[in-house]
Nanobody, 112 residues
């Protein structure tokens, strides 16, 4: 059974940084596309960043140059480094394995 547990969210000042973590169990990172999604109130869930089993990354245009997805295969953990946070970034951030398994989400709030 695949389990994903996100952590690291919280209140961050605009322009600040935060790193989200996704601890993965029940599967191996190199066999999965790992994604970070986010969902703001009243909006659809959107893809933020992804990393393939081969390590190839992709990003939403709105976060390119500010967010970085990475993984630690030894610890089976995926990270999302979020820099230069903007007022449009607050949302619940979800980790996904293969877009089939999902974590419970972690809230990111940005204060102006």
């Amino acid at each position: 059974q695949v389990q994903l547990v996100e952590s690291g969210g919280g209140l961050v000042q605009a322009g600040g940084s935060v790193t989200l973590s996704c601890a993965v169990s029940g599967t191996t990172l190199r066999f999965n596309v790992m994604d970070w999604y986010r969902q703001a109130p009243g909006k659809q869930r959107e893809l933020v960043a992804g990393i393939s089993g081969a390590g190839r990354t992709n990003y939403a245009e709105s976060v390119k140059g500010r967010f970085t997805i990475s993984r630690d295969s030894a610890n089976n953990t995926v990270y999302l480094q979020m820099n230069s946070l903007k007022p449009e970034d607050p949302a619940v951030y979800y980790c996904s394995a293969g877009r089939v398994s999902w974590g419970q989400g972690t809230q990111v709030t940005v204060s102006s």
